[in-house]
Each structure stands twice: as C-alpha cells, then as structure tokens.
C-alpha cells in the first residue's frame, strides 16, 4: 500500500511538471504578448515591462525562471494588475469550491439514487421517465441549461437573484452544474447496478434467504459504486476549477471565470497557475478515487 502511494505520487509530479511544460511552450507560441493590446502604452514601455517580468529572454531561460519561483511556491504575480497569484486564487477558489462541491455532492446523490432506481424498475415507467430525463440532460450543453434558468428563474419570474453569496443564489448554478454529470452518473450507476445484480453471488444470497433491501444495499449497491467513484475523482477536481462558462453566466468571480479573463488578457502567470492548479487537483482525485476503491472492494489488491 505505501509502495503504491509512493509511486503514484512520483507519478503525479512527473504528470504535472508535463502538463506545466506543454502549457507553458504552447502557451509563448501564439503570436503576440500580454502587453501588446495596450494601444496607450508605447514601444519602449513594452519593452521595459517585457524585461521586468523576463519576457524578454530566451524561452528556455524563461521555463527555468519560472520553474525556480515553482519550487519556492511563487507563482509569480499576474501581468494585468500586479497582483500576487496566491492571493487571487485563494479569494477566488473558496468559491469555485464551494459551488463545485455542491454541484459533485448532489450529482453523485441524485444519480446513484435516480441509476438504482431505474436499474430496480427495468423496463417499467420509473425506469423510462429517468433514463428520458438522464439522456436530456446529457445532450443540453451546461451554458444553454445555465442561459435558460437565469433567463426564467432570475429575469421572468424573480425568484432567485442573479448572483450573491446568499445561499439561494447558489441553487442554479449548482443545477447548472450538477446535470450533467448527475445525468453520467445515472446511466453509468443503472449500468454497474443491473450487472451487480446478474452476478452469482447476488443470486446466493437469494437462496440463501437473504432480505431484499440487504442484497441491495449491502451487496449490488456497494460493488456497483467502483464505476462511479472512477468517475466522480476527476470529474471533481474539473467541476471545482473548471467551471468557466456557467461561473461567467452567472457572473460568479470564482476561479474559472478569473481562468477565462487570463485567456482573454493572455495574462501568462494567471494561465499557468490555473492550469498547474488544476492539474495538481485532479492528480490528488484520481488518487484518492484509487485508494477508496480498497474500502469499497476489499479484494482489490495494489501492486
């Protein structure tokens, strides 16, 4: 167990360090800079901002600087405003995390609880309206669902105010959210519930007597939940930092919409904190989901 923990830490450093170099190579390759859509600034203040933040060196030079500053834990500051990336990530991401957690927590609910349901009622009307539902869900785009909700709930009917850390302000955003992947989780729980329940030792415990709410919970839901906890490990690390578009619907100042502005700004530090952040988010989730699979399935057994 420790030997395993071991090497898929080295393996997730040797993943981000990657993704950090990708990011940053391809990122210097589009044409232009983060300084050049000032039309008030002139050359010679380009140039004086380009050597203040080493965008004047070679590339190469400029990966090992920022590399340098990554070691100590410095993301250096953005080139927009000046400010220390540390601090705008730790104002933003609280509520990119509180969003995104909320939205992991009721798809990951709602969908074992809505798969189970129509894997138990197969063929029959529960059964229909929740795969009818799931399918919609996961053909309507997060941005048109998000478009559609603010258009009825906060601009037609007034219910709910268009964004405010109030907690009612969160219940669209959170649906936005969650759809998708509720809807995932439901066709993917029906599908692991329906084989869980075709196996021998479901069958067993028939015979032997066995209530039926106990077969359920105890038997096919437990050995149903591993294609799911598969799922859910980087889907929520994505949701919590990668909720750009409906974070910019709702005009929410969480992480992914501060993501979206870097990219508009071409602002290199922000673009590369987010992405290094993301990428460290969704290591730690995919091993976290590899380890709970162990408290899941006991017989599951780590090289």
Known sequence: MFRYVVKRVLLAIVTVFIICAITFFLMHAVPGGPFNREKALSQATIDALNARYNLDKPLGTQFLL???GLMHGDFGVSLKNGREIKAIIGESFPISARLGLS???VALLL???FGSIAALT???LPDRVIIFFSTLFTAVPSFVLATLLLLVFCIRLGLLPVWSTDTR???LPV???AAYPMAYITRLSKTSMLDALSQDYIRTAKAKGVSKWKIIFKHALRNSLIPVITYAGPQIAYIITGSMVVETVFTIGGLGSKFVQSIN???YTMIMATT???ATLMVIANLICDLLYKVVDPRIQYD
Do not use: H
């Open 175 to 177: 649906i936005s959210l």
């Open 111 to 113: 969908g074992t609880v």
């Open 276 to 278: 290094i952040f993301l």
């Open 169 to 171: 302000s969160y219940i």
């Open 122 to 124: 197969r063929n029959k």
């Open 265 to 267: 700004n071409r602002d």
């Open 66 to 68: 920022y590399l340098k």
């Open 103 to 105: 939205a992991i927590g």
